[in-house]
């Protein structure tokens, strides 16, 4: 069993439509659960992170973890062409584990 | 302050050649990681380092060498190079836990092995 899953997709999504990303693990010792974005030919990004169990939100993008059953979400609202891009989920114990991104398409 | 610079940018290898990817950066970080990339599938661990003098193993660390004199340095080193090993390959840094938890990544080093 792969440390981190995430679906791959490809999602696309009309603007203005609510999305909602997601990843499972299994490894308990996990502590900080992130979200980062990357655009083409680009290094990734920290969009948010959340550390243990709990909500954290940041104008459209809300990002919860749900440790009893190992799982986080990342929600967007009202999407925008500019949040076009792939989303990989990351969780840290010492080492940084990625899952496999999920590429987004937000269309006008 | 660049932050996380990887070199070169682009490279082409022959079947068996070697060479190193060179990663340094100037946060005083004392996590680093490599990782390589392939289409559709996400971010590989290569191997990462805690500080300088140590080093672990990741996901894939088969037919890659790395090393950390430094807590600036964390230079890659492929060993007769595959044409399995084509990806591009990014460096990332951190602090420990609590000092930040962002990553910082290189633009990285798109490796062709033909």
């Known amino acids: 069993q792969k440390e981190v899953e995430q679906d791959p997709g490809p999602l696309s999504v009309p603007e203005g439509a609510i999305v909602s990303l997601n990843c499972t693990y299994s490894n308990s010792a996990f502590q900080y659960f992130m979200w980062y974005r990357q655009y083409s030919r680009k290094g990734p990004e920290l969009l948010m992170y959340?550390?243990?169990?709990g909500n954290k939100e940041d104008g459209r993008f809300t990002a919860q973890v749900d440790k009893s059953s190992k799982y986080i979400s990342l929600f967007i609202r009202d999407s925008q062409p500019s949040d076009s891009a792939t989303y990989l989920c990351?969780?840290?114990?010492?080492?940084?584990?990625f899952g496999k991104g999920t590429k987004l398409t937000v269309n006008p | 302050n660049a932050g996380v610079t990887q070199t070169p940018k682009f490279r082409i290898l022959k079947i068996g050649q070697s060479m190193t990817l060179q990663c340094a950066q100037d946060m005083n970080h004392n996590y680093m990681y490599w990782y390589r990339q392939d289409p559709g599938m996400g971010l590989k661990l290569i191997y990462y380092?805690?500080?300088?003098?140590?080093?672990d193993k990741g996901e894939v660390p088969n037919g890659y060498n790395v090393s950390r004199s430094t807590t600036e340095d964390f230079p890659l080193r492929l060993e007769l190079a595959a044409p399995s090993q084509t990806s591009v390959y990014f460096c990332a840094s951190s602090y420990a836990q609590g000092g930040g938890i962002e990553a910082f990544f290189g633009q990285g080093t798109r490796l062709t092995v033909v």
């Open positions: 959340t550390y243990s169990s």
């Open positions: 990351a969780m840290r114990a010492e080492k940084l584990v």
């Open positions: 380092s805690v500080g300088a003098g140590i080093t």
